[in-house]
RNA sequence: GGGUCGAUAGCUCAACGGUAGAGCAGCGUCCUUUUAAGUCGUUGGUUCUGGGUUCGAAUCCCAGUCGACCCA
């Protein structure tokens, strides 16, 4: 039917693909025109894409929307004359994208509304739209054809343009500080900066693998030795595991280096960039968590704690980094969980905060001073050499932020890589290590995984609601 | 990788092992201020794919595909 509406516009000479109009004002723009005791005084053209068509005899009602929304139009028989308002009632469907002109009046239930005086088809929508009520709820469908989804959905709508107003913001926000953005490889010789399976591939001219960068640190910090004192990037990383709520193998980060500054001078960088983003982005600073139904409040002062603190509170042992490994085992499955006797003592230690602690820390909170184990490029802790200078933000249940003082000393970073890699040599970074040796400023750095703060700042339940095509298995054909 | 659940009209969903249906969308009719507009009529199906059981399968069994959730 609507192949043989768009034939028979051809016939008559018009052809909607080579149209086009000329808009004055989107949606809400057009409304705001609108004066007050005013009718059909001020005249604009607006486009978009039909979503509700209320044909009644000779006038009508429908509905079109645009990037900020949606703007109701009237037409009227008598306004647009016998043939087109014809043309208007048989010749277009719902889904297609018109564009009017016409005058701006409010309707005697106070909605301001374009009195159509023109309009243009700019293009046939070949296939019907999803149902308007229930909207598009096949999980499947909103992923793959995410179009449709962002047309009937309007939560999905908002959410996205509110990601999409995080990440501007966060520019903003950066540039205002002075930091500079930067871009680096995304093809890397060394996967390094995180412990992660990276994605492989290879080039054919240079006759060489390269690995997808699974971090983007080791460069940035090649920026700080070369004198860009305050850089960050944003970009996409690749990591070749598991798939789930809180996992796409292709996420966002935000990485931000500031020299002369530390790990504490990050903590007060992060609180003010949610502090601006609450204020400029979200207009408020109570987020509903979607997990526990909590009110997470970032006006509320944020927790600070250390690791060996909240780890000795957990299990109510003061003396619990003493113990053999033996009892470490059996208090941790004392607490219900179950460890492999072959882990070290860290990570039976880390498991209770994994697994018992981390989930319940729904209000910001910074854990500090984490086991050296967990990162090799982060300072050891002057008065304590187990542990590191650096702070892992917890909200929501979920790591959002870690943040370090940045090892600049190239041989403890040497011995730290070494001790880390064990037998895979190989897979250590000699060329960031021959930058550390010709001297980077102490600096504190911080990583922000934007998909996950996006599900935090939008009360989303998944990531794949917070990142526009998520991954998903090819289908045959 | 393991477990649980799901896939039926364009969309949202029904249907005890016994004639595949509704609402919206579509098509036709009436209607010049509607708000999920209303009215009367009407079209529409490889029931995810492939096997099996049965007189008879959307429904039961097996295998596969894709997805969701939980676990690793």
Not at 41 to 61: D, E, K, M, N, P
Request: hydrophobic share 40%; glycine share 8%.
């Amino acid at each position: 039917m609507r192949r043989q509406k768009l034939a028979d516009l051809r016939a008559a000479g018009f052809d909607p693909f080579r149209a086009n109009v000329e808009p004055t004002h989107f949606s809400q723009d057009a409304i705001a025109q609108y004066v007050d005791e005013q009718d059909n005084t001020v005249t604009v053209t607006v486009a978009g894409r039909l979503i509700t068509f209320r044909v009644q005899g000779g006038s009508s009602f429908v509905k079109i929307q645009d990037q900020q929304g949606v703007i109701q139009l009237y037409f009227r028989k008598d306004v647009l004359g016998e043939e087109r308002y014809m043309v208007f009632k048989k010749q277009l469907d719902l889904g297609d994208l018109i564009g009017v002109t016409g005058t701006l009046f409010k309707t005697k239930t106070g909605e301001i509304t374009v009195r159509v005086e023109s309009f243009t088809l700019v293009a046939k929508a070949l296939r019907p739209l999803p149902e308007k009520w229930h909207g598009l709820s096949d999980a499947e469908q909103v992923y793959r054809q995410r179009y449709l989804d962002l047309i009937v959905n309007q939560e999905s709508r908002k959410r996205l343009m509110t990601r999409s107003r995080i990440v501007s913001h966060i520019r903003r926000f950066l540039e205002d500080r002075q930091f500079l953005e930067v871009e680096t490889p995304v093809l890397q010789g060394v996967a390094g900066g995180a412990a992660a399976r990276p994605f492989e591939t290879h080039h054919n001219a240079l006759g060489t693998d390269f690995v997808l960068r699974i971090s983007l640190e080791l460069y940035l910090k090649r920026m700080l030795v070369g004198g860009y004192d305050r850089v960050f990037e944003i970009g996409r990383n690749f990591r070749n595991e598991g798939v789930s709520r809180r996992h796409n193998p292709e996420f966002t980060m935000l990485e931000v280096y500031q020299a002369y500054s530390d790990y504490r001078g990050m903590m007060t960088l992060v609180q003010d960039l949610f502090r601006s983003l609450c204020n400029d982005v979200l207009g408020t600073a109570q987020i509903t968590h979607a997990a526990s139904g909590e009110v997470i409040d970032f006006a509320a002062d944020w927790r600070e704690v250390k690791y060996k603190d909240i780890i000795r509170e957990k299990t109510g042992n003061p003396d619990w980094f003493n113990l053999s490994k033996a009892d470490k085992i059996a208090g941790v499955e004392a607490l219900g969980l179950k460890v492999d006797p072959k882990w070290e003592d860290y990570e039976i230690t880390n498991e209770i905060f994994g697994k018992l602690i981390e989930p319940k820390l729904i209000q910001p909170t910074f854990v500090t001073h984490l086991p050296k184990e967990l990162c090799p490029l982060a300072k050891i802790t002057a008065d304590d050499p187990t542990t590191i200078d650096v702070f892992e933000l917890i909200i929501g249940g979920m790591e959002i932020a870690p943040a370090y003082s940045e090892q600049n000393d190239p041989d403890v970073q040497r011995q730290m890589f070494e001790a880390q890699a064990g037998e895979e040599v190989q897979k250590i970074d000699h060329d960031f290590l021959l930058a550390l040796e010709h001297g980077m400023p102490p600096a504190g750095g911080m990583g922000i995984g934007i998909d996950r703060l996006c599900i935090l700042l939008t009360g989303a339940e998944s990531i794949r609601d917070v990142i526009l095509f998520p991954q998903l298995r090819n289908t045959a054909g």
